[in-house]
């Protein structure tokens, strides 16, 4: 990985491409300030992580930027589902949801009478409780491996196989996540315990992963490009879209 870029060569990511709608607006800027966090993160971690006298604070700040990274993808991706799912018509795309409101979200009954259909959802259209469904199924919605990830892709009618090139680096993030999260990134060892920290070697994987989670989000899941549940749908069902062909994305993130 001698050619890999490093944390400390990327420029801040940014995104020039509108759909002209808040909601696109919205997800999509978002996406990048998150991003723009987690650089910041990096960067700070990986200086902090030369010196002995601050080497483990480096590696709390690389813990968090980890966990920041992750929630970030996540958040994108619940975002999207709840954008797009709606409008979906695909008995597979909306096979995995339920009637919300429940007291329990996976022990509600799939068949409802008319006196629950009147009591819980008598003001509602059906566009309506459809969005509440998807975001009630977005509320438990968690990708905690890539075989979830993959599951996502394609009830959104994404092909998963331009995305498995970027299975590895996204495990490792999901991976090393949980670790953290769930097990305080703890080594039990005889006589004690350690950390699992990071080196070197880990800066070309943390400016590989953000570079990654930027094309993924910005170029592989745009709707506006073609992709997903939009691909044969005209683009007078987008909420508000702009007129005339979609412009090419603006600069992304740049090494220097």
Known sequence: MAN????ENLLRFNWSHALGTSVSSTLFGRIVINLNRCLALA????????????????DEVLRACIVLLHSSFEDFLRSLTRWLLPLSTSKVALAELKFPGGSDADKRPL????????NRYRN????????????SYCDRMTISNTNVFEQWLMRLGYDPEPFRRQYA?????????HRIAHEADLVDEPEGFS?????????????????????????????????????????STVE?????PSEPLGPGPQTG
């Open 240 to 244: 508000n879209p702009k007129s005339g």
């Open 4 to 7: 890999a870029p490093r944390v």
């Open 169 to 177: 680096i996204l495990a490792w993030m999901m991976e090393r996540r």
């Open 195 to 235: 950390y699992f920290g990071f080196d070197d070697d880990d800066n070309p994987k943390f400016a590989e992963l953000m570079l990654t989670i930027h094309s993924i989000c910005l170029d592989g899941l745009h709707p506006d490009l073609g992709g997903g549940l939009f691909k044969n749908t005209p683009t």
């Open 124 to 135: 509602l259209t059906v566009q309506q409780l459809i969005e509440k469904a998807v975001g």
């Open 111 to 118: 068949v409802l009478s008319i006196a629950d259909l009147g």
């Open 43 to 58: 960067k700070h971690g990986f200086q902090l992580h030369k010196d002995n006298d601050t080497h483990e604070l480096g």
